[in-house]
């Protein structure tokens, strides 16, 4: 360790360690440890303008508002979201900061989540990919990223005290997937721990979490941070791998850590550590582009995103795109005041901000405009409505702006309702009356209630679009972009549709993930739910044809690797890009799973008539499941079915393919039942060498075998004359497992 550190006192570390104003840290020359700069940043950066003496969630100084991550999610297009982290780093970089605090990779268990604008999507691989895409553009301005919420943040409700119930093979699998796909494929300089807590652990004070999972099994090296507040016991988070204490404690934090170390609670190799990190990050990010930033560049990256995640989920008859040459009838306040962003600690001050009228009305000249509802809370206003239904009589082709206002989702509260406001879908419903052929324009952070579908005949999502919105939308309406966002979540028929229905957002103190893995279109697949609109839908102006889909395996590096090679063909007239995504479902008979799991996406752009080889690879290990008995990940042997399509619901093509990979048999634990310990040839023999080899009748041992075989070794013990106590059980246990990696090391 540098002696630089090694000379301060243990106070003088201690404040190292902590926050000295709500966006800063403190620094020392003599530990060669910078003051950092850290803002929140998940859609734009945004940096106080009050500078670091509150928590800063008005003013903020301008930077580019680019599209929230419930719109980019729907791009599919890992390329585009590194091209958007890079932009967001070189505005960072230029404003002086260090540390931006984004991405969000919480799944959306709920739609119900008040803060799912700011998460990507319900499915791990979608998140993990897009993030960690994401991550590597930032960290290349030499800024650092800060995955959040780690972990299992999943709702608002309750979030800074809320005990989250999960098993630990959905926990793996579904909620911190993402987190491990960003960490191994981007190592990110930091991640930020969550407020809540795990199946009873502070998930910022979690050992296993922070130091076990995080650092050993994934292999993360940098500054484990706390989200604002999140620390309780500043002792007990240092010790359990959380380096940085975020805001400042007012000196709270380093005098419970200097105590903890008095007391022995806290390890000073510990303290130690976490400096040298802290130190490694100034090192990091010391070094960042000199030039300012091309605004401009950013506007327009942030309109090409914007048009480029838009989903189109219905067109009947081709009503869009609309035509320049038609009358239009812009109807909706939306469309005049836009909801461009989310609520909360991500809100940016934007460079520019375009309307969608504005935009509309200078390439279609004589268009008009009705507003037809109030942004306030209140009732249906019947004159706004028949000002609206007059506009939409008189015009050629009918735009009525629809969604939710900035009150219904925002950081620190949940929605309690998928409905749109009344006086919107009482707007609709008068219009509809007169004009079958009307489209309807969403702004929303997550998905809503779809009663009203039928009253449109087309109905384009824009989410939260950001601050090139206006422009954006009008680019699709009006042909010049195809569209090619596809759902990154599930739109449900009914609230009581959807997976965690019951189960959110708990009560007492807790919430239970009842539905285990089944989250999102799994939930749905699976139990046979038919969804509004499902995972992954989205279209196009054109058609695209899938055939040709053939499924190879071959070994790498003694495991296997699957790939799935098919054609793509642009059948329309215009081009255009299609998310070809791959879903497989396991062999049957292996542990429960999800009837079909998205294991691989690709994103491919065609023109006219063009038809294209697309090929998606399965690596080695992507098939597994966790397995909590062994604490291992597993690839069950059997036939699998490759499912490639447009959508969780539009399979296209399909094949099938054989794993001859062997999973492990579950290691037994002390309380594993006798039977569990005599079918493992480890365990049999440990207890064999325990017991006594073949002693005693083998008629009797089989008899008794069958009679006790399904209860637990720890609890033999309990019966009279029993040679197995619960303390030999637990000795037994922790005999197999040095055995068991004994033999893994000599393999």
Same mark, same amino acid.
């Given at each position: 360790?540098?002696?630089?550190?090694?000379?301060?006192?243990?106070?003088?570390?201690?404040?190292?360690?902590?926050?000295?104003?709500?966006?800063?840290?403190?620094?020392?020359?003599?530990?060669?440890?910078?003051?950092?700069?850290?803002?929140?940043?998940?859609?734009?950066?945004?940096?106080?303008?009050?500078?670091?003496?509150?928590?800063?969630?008005?003013?903020?100084?301008?930077?580019?508002?680019?599209?929230?991550?419930?719109?980019?999610?729907?791009?599919?297009?890992?390329?585009?979201?590194?091209?958007?982290?890079?932009?967001?780093?070189?505005?960072?970089?230029?404003?002086?900061?260090?540390?931006?605090?984004?991405?969000?990779?919480?799944?959306?268990?709920?739609?119900?989540?008040?803060?799912?604008?700011?998460?990507?999507?319900?499915?791990?691989?979608?998140?993990?990919?897009?993030?960690?895409?994401?991550?590597?553009?930032?960290?290349?301005?030499?800024?650092?990223?800060?995955?959040?919420?780690?972990?299992?943040?999943?709702?608002?409700?309750?979030?800074?005290?809320?005990?989250?119930?999960?098993?630990?093979?959905?926990?793996?699998?579904?909620?911190?997937?993402?987190?491990?796909?960003?960490?191994?494929?981007?190592?990110?300089?930091?991640?930020?721990?969550?407020?809540?807590?795990?199946?009873?652990?502070?998930?910022?004070?979690?050992?296993?979490?922070?130091?076990?999972?995080?650092?050993?099994?994934?292999?993360?090296?940098?500054?484990?941070?706390?989200?604002?507040?999140?620390?309780?016991?500043?002792?007990?988070?240092? =010790? $359990? %791998?959380?380096? +940085? *204490?975020?805001?400042?404690?007012?000196?709270?934090?380093? !005098? #419970?850590? @200097?105590?903890?170390?008095?007391?022995?609670?806290?390890?000073?190799?510990?303290?130690?550590?976490?400096?040298?990190?802290?130190?490694?990050?100034?090192?990091?990010?010391?070094?960042?582009?000199?030039?300012?930033?091309?605004?401009?560049?950013?506007?327009?990256?942030?309109?090409?995103?914007?048009?480029?995640?838009?989903?189109?989920?219905?067109?009947?008859?081709?009503?869009?795109?609309?035509?320049?040459?038609?009358?239009?009838?812009?109807?909706?306040?939306?469309?005049?005041?836009?909801?461009?962003?989310?609520?909360?600690?991500?809100?940016?001050?934007?460079?520019?901000?375009?309307?969608?009228?504005?935009?509309?009305?200078?390439?279609?000249?004589?268009?008009?405009? =009705? $507003? %037809?509802?109030? +942004? *306030?809370?209140?009732?249906?206003?019947?004159?706004?409505? !028949? #000002?609206? @239904?007059?506009?939409?009589?008189?015009?050629?082709?009918?735009?009525?702006?629809?969604?939710?206002?900035?009150?219904?989702?925002?950081?620190?509260?949940?929605?309690?309702?998928?409905?749109?406001?009344?006086?919107?879908?009482?707007?609709?419903?008068?219009?509809?009356?007169?004009?079958?052929?009307?489209?309807?324009?969403?702004?929303?952070?997550?998905?809503?209630?779809?009663?009203?579908?039928?009253?449109?005949?087309?109905?384009?999502?824009?989410?939260?679009?950001?601050?090139?919105?206006?422009?954006?939308?009008?680019?699709?309406?009006?042909?010049?972009?195809?569209?090619?966002?596809?759902?990154?979540?599930?739109?449900?028929?009914?609230?009581?549709?959807?997976?965690?229905?019951?189960?959110?957002?708990? *009560?007492?103190?807790?919430?239970?993930?009842?539905?285990?893995?089944?989250?999102?279109?799994?939930?749905?697949?699976?139990?046979?739910?038919?969804?509004?609109?499902?995972?992954?839908?989205?279209?196009?102006?054109?058609?695209?044809?899938?055939?040709?889909?053939?499924?190879?395996?071959?070994?790498?590096?003694?495991?296997?690797?699957?790939?799935?090679?098919?054609?793509?063909?642009?059948?329309?007239?215009?081009?255009?890009?299609?998310?070809?995504?791959?879903?497989?479902?396991?062999?049957?008979?292996?542990?429960?799973?999800?009837?079909?799991?998205?294991?691989?996406?690709?994103?491919?752009?065609?023109?006219?008539?063009?038809?294209?080889?697309?090929?998606?690879?399965?690596?080695?290990?992507?098939?597994?499941?966790?397995?909590?008995?062994?604490?291992?990940?597993?690839?069950?042997?059997?036939?699998?079915?490759?499912?490639?399509?447009?959508?969780?619901?539009?399979?296209?093509?399909?094949?099938?393919?054989?794993?001859?990979?062997?999973?492990?048999?579950?290691?037994?634990?002390?309380?594993?039942?006798?039977?569990?310990?005599?079918?493992?040839?480890?365990?049999?023999?440990?207890?064999?060498?325990?017991?006594?080899?073949?002693?005693?009748?083998?008629?009797?041992?089989?008899?008794?075998?069958?009679?006790?075989?399904?209860?637990?070794?720890?609890?033999?013990?309990?019966?009279?004359?029993?040679?197995?106590?619960?303390?030999?059980?637990?000795?037994?246990?922790?005999?197999?497992?040095?055995?068991?990696?004994?033999?893994?090391?000599?393999?």
């Amino acid at each position: 360790m540098p002696s630089e550190i090694n000379g301060l006192d243990q106070a003088e570390k201690a404040e190292l360690l902590s926050g000295s104003g709500m966006w800063e840290t403190p620094g020392s020359e003599r530990a060669g440890i910078r003051s950092l700069v850290l803002t929140d940043g998940p859609n734009g950066v945004r940096l106080s303008a009050a500078g670091d003496t509150g928590p800063g969630l008005g003013e903020s100084r301008p930077a580019t508002c680019f599209p929230a991550e419930c719109a980019t999610a729907s791009s599919w297009d890992p390329e585009l979201l590194e091209e958007l982290g890079r932009a967001a780093g070189l505005e960072a970089a230029a404003l002086g900061v260090d540390v931006l605090l984004g991405p969000g990779l919480n799944i959306k268990r709920s739609p119900l989540c008040g803060r799912n604008f700011e998460y990507f999507s319900e499915d791990p691989l979608l998140t993990g990919s897009l993030g960690a895409a994401w991550v590597t553009g930032v960290q290349s301005c030499g800024v650092a990223a800060s995955p959040k919420h780690f972990a299992a943040n999943n709702q608002e409700s309750y979030r800074m005290t809320v005990d989250v119930i999960v098993d630990e093979r959905t926990l793996r699998e579904i909620y911190l997937r993402g987190f491990e796909t960003v960490v191994r494929r981007s190592a990110p300089w930091t991640v930020m721990a969550a407020y809540n807590r795990i199946n009873g652990f502070h998930a910022a004070q979690d050992p296993w979490l922070l130091r076990q999972v995080l650092r050993q099994e994934w292999g993360f090296d940098g500054v484990v941070v706390s989200d604002w507040g999140a620390v309780t016991d500043r002792a007990a988070t240092l =010790a $359990a %791998g959380l380096d +940085l *204490e975020m805001p400042s404690s007012s000196g709270i934090g380093p !005098a #419970e850590l @200097v105590a903890g170390l008095d007391a022995g609670l806290v390890s000073p190799d510990d303290v130690e550590a976490s400096l040298a990190r802290l130190r490694e990050l100034g090192r990091r990010t010391a070094d960042k582009p000199a030039a300012p930033p091309d605004l401009t560049a950013h506007d327009a990256l942030a309109r090409n995103a914007a048009a480029r995640s838009m989903v189109l989920l219905k067109n009947d008859g081709a009503l869009l795109p609309f035509s320049s040459a038609a009358t239009l009838a812009v109807v909706g306040e939306l469309a005049r005041t836009p909801r461009y962003q989310g609520s909360g600690s991500s809100r940016v001050n934007p460079t520019r901000l375009s309307t969608a009228w504005t935009a509309l009305s200078e390439r279609i000249p004589g268009s008009v405009f =009705a $507003a %037809g509802y109030l +942004l *306030e809370p209140g009732a249906p206003d019947e004159d706004l409505i !028949a #000002e609206a @239904v007059r506009a939409a009589r008189g015009a050629d082709q009918v735009a009525v702006f629809l969604g939710l206002p900035d009150a219904a989702e925002t950081e620190g509260l949940d929605r309690s309702t998928l409905q749109l406001p009344q006086a919107q879908l009482r707007l609709l419903e008068a219009i509809a009356e007169v004009r079958p052929d009307v489209a309807v324009v969403l702004a929303n952070g997550s998905v809503v209630a779809t009663d009203w579908v039928p009253k449109a005949a087309a109905v384009l999502e824009t989410w939260l679009p950001g601050q090139a919105g206006g422009e954006a939308v009008t680019d699709v309406l009006l042909g010049d972009v195809n569209p090619s966002g596809k759902l990154a979540e599930t739109f449900p028929r009914r609230l009581a549709d959807t997976p965690a229905y019951g189960n959110f957002p708990g *009560e007492a103190g807790q919430v239970r993930s009842g539905e285990g893995l089944l989250v999102g279109y799994r939930w749905y697949d699976t139990r046979m739910v038919e969804p509004a609109f499902p995972f992954g839908h989205g279209l196009s102006y054109t058609e695209f044809r899938y055939s040709g889909l053939e499924a190879t395996v071959s070994n790498r590096g003694g495991e296997e690797e699957v790939r799935a090679v098919l054609q793509l063909a642009n059948t329309g007239a215009r081009e255009g890009a299609e998310v070809v995504q791959l879903y497989v479902a396991a062999p049957a008979g292996g542990a429960p799973r999800p009837v079909q799991e998205l294991r691989a996406f690709k994103r491919v752009n065609l023109a006219p008539g063009e038809t294209r080889t697309v090929e998606l690879v399965l690596a080695p290990g992507s098939l597994d499941r966790f397995d909590p008995l062994t604490g291992l990940w597993a690839t069950d042997p059997g036939t699998y079915e490759l499912r490639v399509g447009s959508s969780s619901r539009d399979i296209r093509l399909t094949a099938a393919f054989t794993l001859a990979a062997v999973a492990p048999k579950p290691r037994p634990t002390a309380s594993s039942t006798l039977a569990e310990w005599m079918e493992h040839p480890l365990a049999a023999a440990v207890l064999a060498e325990a017991f006594g080899a073949g002693a005693g009748d083998p008629g009797a041992a089989a008899s008794m075998l069958t009679l006790m075989g399904s209860l637990p070794l720890d609890r033999l013990g309990r019966f009279p004359g029993s040679p197995l106590s619960a303390e030999n059980a637990a000795a037994l246990a922790r005999k197999l497992a040095e055995r068991a990696e004994q033999q893994e090391g000599s393999t």
